[in-house]
């Protein structure tokens, strides 16, 4: 039997978005758009079996390759500031296995009418680097793909 | 609207027991075990205490001074491998106000007859409410009660 081991990793990402930190936490809140963003492909795609964005909720949601939706992610909301702040946990399986546990921070910051967002993945992955790697390369995708939706889906009246 | 600010630490702790790994992962994980030995040493009044220890269960441990704001350590296991890991995440609350969430590993090695224990904790520290250092600090001194724990067992 391996020694089971923990990799722990701390991944900071920053990007600036050209819209209102109201309009930015609302795509971030929602799930459905979370679905359209939140893959780091258009051949990954996302579904959520279970939404529920409040303190002391959670989401289980499975993503992979169309077709073939092998991660199970269960995320726990921690904390909600709204407009400023989401904290929660993220667990990531596959299968019977789990990958990896991570701590994320996304913090939110007014820059004229721009909006700054710093994502902090504080991650302890079972079993190797691989999964820091991947997990730093999905959330930059993501965070890429949210410039996207922000840019193309109109602010609800 | 109120600034805030968060401040992210990542600090690791050993400790080595005179206690096979199996039976430290019985103080860890028994919820009789655990209330004689995780308490607040400044507040010993015990407060609310739940452990439901599976993955995905919720711990909670309440207590505080007399005359002051409720102090409430909530908690969900991520993650358990039997004798030799725990993986958890928890939130602090001071009164109504949350002041820290962290994602904590516990690793147990046998060492010779006995265990070393590493502890690693990432903290996000919320509106500068507690500083990684005192939680740090903190931490040190429960692991200290479970080693006084440990001892008496053995």
């Known amino acids: ?157 | 609207m109120i600034e805030r600010s968060v401040v992210h630490s990542t600090f690791i702790i050993e400790r080595l027991y005179p206690a096979a790994p199996s039976k430290v992962f019985f103080a860890l994980s028994n919820a009789d075990a655990k209330r004689r030995w995780f308490t607040d040493p400044d507040n010993p009044m015990p407060g609310r205490f739940q452990m439901d220890f599976r993955i995905g269960g919720k711990e909670v441990n309440a207590g505080g001074p007399k005359d002051g704001p409720i102090h409430v350590y909530t908690a969900t296991y991520q993650d358990i491998v039997p004798d030799q890991r725990i993986v958890y995440s928890y939130a602090m609350l001071f009164g109504e106000t949350r002041i820290s969430v962290s994602l904590a590993t516990i690793e147990l090695f046998a060492d010779g007859k006995g265990t070393r224990l590493v502890l690693t904790e990432q903290g996000a520290f919320l509106d500068g409410h507690d500083t990684s250092s005192s939680r740090e600090h903190g931490t040190g001194v429960l692991l200290d009660l479970l080693g006084a724990f440990l001892n008496e067992k053995t």
């Open chain 1, 1 to 157: 039997m391996t020694e089971p081991s923990v990799t722990h990793a701390t991944i900071v990402l920053e990007r600036i978005y050209e819209a209102s930190p109201a309009r930015v936490f609302q795509a971030l809140a929602d799930p459905q758009a979370r679905a359209r963003w939140g893959t780091p492909s258009k051949n990954v795609d996302l579904v959520y079996d279970k939404a529920d964005f409040r303190v002391g909720g959670l989401d289980i949601s499975r993503c992979g390759p169309r077709g073939s939706l092998i991660y199970r992610v269960e995320t726990r909301y921690i904390d909600i500031e709204p407009e400023q702040r989401i904290v929660s946990t993220e667990l990531v399986c596959e299968g019977w296995n789990r990958l990896s546990v991570s701590l994320v921070t996304v913090e939110l910051q007014p820059v004229g009418t721009s909006t700054r967002l710093v994502l902090t993945d504080q991650i302890a992955a079972f079993g190797g680097k691989d999964m820091i790697a991947g997990s730093q390369a999905g959330f930059s995708a993501a965070l890429d793909n949210l410039a996207v939706e922000l840019r193309h889906q109109p602010v609800d009246a």
